[in-house]
């Protein structure tokens, strides 16, 4: 063996010659695709080995790659509940995990005084998808303040909108 060739394409494009996609030398033993695969898809592949006595077609193969997983559920049981009133000034936010949707993979948490919701400063944090609380700075009183979690996962993300609550006159 001298060389092996790769043919590699979507089984609806598949012509079976000009699909080459590499031309390898004889020590190789593996070959990825040069791009990421596309979800739900039917592939057709073939590694032909080439030589001096000829060339050795074993035919093609081919395989389905896994469907699009779902977005995330959104964030349940958020607390504070919108339009809360009298919050302590050191609440923490939190949060729990949906029991449907896709996976989890993290959570942004935004945060600010209402009047200032929006501005381009509300994000505050990343948190791993096992971390379902986070605690704001300290608050001021009889303040009203917006605040939302999302959920980031490989089927994109989910938004379940901000919520408000005001904080205690002490």
């Given at each position: 063996i001298t060389e092996y060739k790769v043919y590699f394409n979507t089984?609806?494009?598949?012509?079976?010659?000009?699909?080459?996609?590499?031309?390898?030398?004889?020590?190789?033993?593996?070959?990825?695709?040069?791009?990421?695969?596309e979800y739900g898809t039917l592939y057709r592949w073939a590694i032909i080995a080439f030589?001096?006595?000829?060339?050795t077609n074993p035919g093609n193969r081919t395989f389905t790659t896994e469907n699009e997983p779902?977005?995330?559920?959104?964030?349940?049981?958020?607390?504070?509940?919108?339009?809360?009133?009298d919050v302590s000034l050191?609440?923490?936010?939190s949060w729990q995990a949906p029991a449907?949707?896709?996976?989890?993979?993290?959570?942004?948490?935004?945060?600010?005084p209402d009047a200032e919701w929006g501005g381009g400063?509300?994000?505050?944090?990343?948190?791993?998808a096992n971390e379902t609380?986070?605690?704001?700075?300290?608050?001021?009183?009889?303040?009203l303040y917006r605040w939302a979690v999302i959920a980031f996962g490989p089927?994109?993300?989910?938004?379940?909108?901000?919520?408000?609550f005001t904080t205690e006159v002490p």
């Open positions: 089984d609806a494009l598949w012509t079976g010659g000009a699909d080459n996609v590499a031309i390898l030398p004889a020590s190789t033993t593996s070959w990825s695709p040069p791009n990421p695969l030589g001096p006595g000829g060339n779902d977005p995330p559920g959104a964030a349940v049981n958020r607390n504070p509940e919108s339009n809360a009133t050191n609440q923490n936010l449907s949707g896709g996976p989890i993979d993290f959570w942004k948490v935004y945060f600010d400063d509300s994000f505050k944090a990343t948190l791993p609380s986070w605690s704001p700075p300290q608050m001021d009183p009889a303040t089927g994109g993300n989910t938004n379940p909108g901000s919520l408000t």
